[in-house]
C-alpha cells in the first residue's frame, strides 16, 4: 500500500508547540483549509488557549498543555484528542522545539531536555500513534527538524545534534511506513521569524553568501509545508538555499566546512538563547 496524501478537509490534526511561530500558523492554515479540529498543544496552557479563542474559528480548536518531552504527556495527548474530537487523528505535526546555543560544555540536563523534545517527541508520538494508523491502513506525521540538521548550526552544537536525529528519525519512519499507508514528512526551514533568532538585516544575509538569508514569515512557512504534506512530499524545504547548500555540501564536504567556519568567525551564533529553556517554541 501506498502512503496515503493529506487531505485537510474534515481532518482532525494536531500541532505541537502550536502557540506560537510556525506552530500558531499550522493551526491557522489548517482551519482556514477545512480541518474539522486543530489541537494546539502547548506547555503553556493559556498560550494554546489563546490561540484557541482569538485564532481558530468557533468550534474548530481544542487547547492542550502538555511537555512534549514527557512520553506520558504525548500519550495523553493523543487519547484526549480522540476523546474530545470524537474521531481519529489524521496528522499529527511534531512541532515544538527548544533551542540552545554552546558546544559540549552545556550542561547534561540540558542536552537532555533539548533532546527529549527536539527528538524523542516524534519517538513518543510514532510509538502510541503509528499502531492506530497501521489499524487504519493511513495517518499522516510531520516533523519539524531544521536547515541545521542538513546543513549545521556553528555555535549551537546541541541542536544541530538533535536536529541532525530529527531528519534520521523522519527518514527511517518513512522508509519503514510507507507501505502501511502512513506519510511521515521532515520540515527542514532556515530561518523563520520567531522568538528562536535575532533580528537579521540585509547586510548580515548578503555578506553570509546566502547561508543566513532574511527570514520568512511563520505563515508562508505553514502554507508551503502544508501544500507539500497535501502533495505528499517527504521533503519540505520552504528556503530555496538550503537545498542548494545541501547540494554542495555532498559535492564538496571539505569547501561546506570551510565556508562554515568563515560564516562563524564573522557573525559568530545566529540563534537566540530563550531565557526559559522549557518554554521556548519553534
Not at 568563515?262 to 519553534?282: C, Q
Request: hydrophobic residues 45%.
Amino acid at each position: 500500500m501506498a502512503s496515503s496524501k493529506f487531505n485537510p478537509v474534515g481532518s482532525i490534526c494536531i500541532v505541537t508547540g502550536g502557540a506560537n511561530g510556525i506552530g500558531r500558523s499550522l493551526s491557522q492554515h489548517l482551519a482556514s483549509l477545512g480541518a474539522k479540529r486543530v489541537v494546539v498543544v502547548d506547555l503553556s496552557l493559556s498560550a494554546a488557549q489563546k490561540v484557541v479563542s482569538q485564532d481558530l474559528p468557533s468550534g474548530v480548536g481544542l487547547a492542550i498543555g502538555a511537555n512534549c518531552g514527557v512520553e506520558m504527556d504525548i500519550r495523553r495527548v493523543i487519547t484526549e484528542t480522540e476523546f474530545q474530537c470524537d474521531g481519529p487523528i489524521d496528522a499529527f505535526f511534531c512541532n515544538a522545539g527548544i533551542p540552545g546555543n554552546g558546544g559540549p560544555e552545556v550542561s547534561n540536563d540540558e542536552w537532555e531536555q533539548i533532546w527529549q523534545v527536539n527528538v524523542m517527541q516524534s519517538v513518543y508520538v510514532s510509538r502510541h500513534l503509528f499502531p492506530k494508523y497501521v489499524a487504519r491502513g493511513k495517518g499522516v506525521m510531520v516533523i519539524t527538524a531544521s536547515s541545521a540538521g542538513l546543513l549545521s548550526l556553528p555555535g549551537a552544537l546541541a541542536y544541530s545534534v538533535t536536529k541532525h536525529a530529527a531528519v534520521g528519525l523522519a527518514e527511517g519512519l518513512h522508509i519503514a511506513y510507507a507501505s502501511k499507508g502512513i506519510h511521515v514528512a521532515c520540515l527542514c526551514p532556515m530561518g523563520v521569524r520567531t522568538g528562536m533568532i535575532p533580528k537579521i538585516d540585509s547586510a548580515m544575509a548578503k555578506h553570509s553568501d546566502g547561508m543566513v538569508g532574511l527570514p520568512m514569515s511563520p505563515d508562508d512557512v505553514a502554507k508551503k509545508t502544508v501544500s507539500a504534506v497535501i502533495a505528499g512530499n517527504f521533503m519540505i524545504l520552504p528556503h530555496k538555499q538550503v537545498k542548494f547548500y545541501f547540494t554542495k555540501k555532498a559535492q564538496d564536504y571539505e569547501q561546506f566546512l570551510l565556508g562554515m567556519r568563515k560564516m562563524y568567525e564573522k557573525h559568530g551564533v545566529i540563534m537566540s538563547r530563550a531565557p526559559n529553556m522549557s518554554s521556548a517554541r519553534l
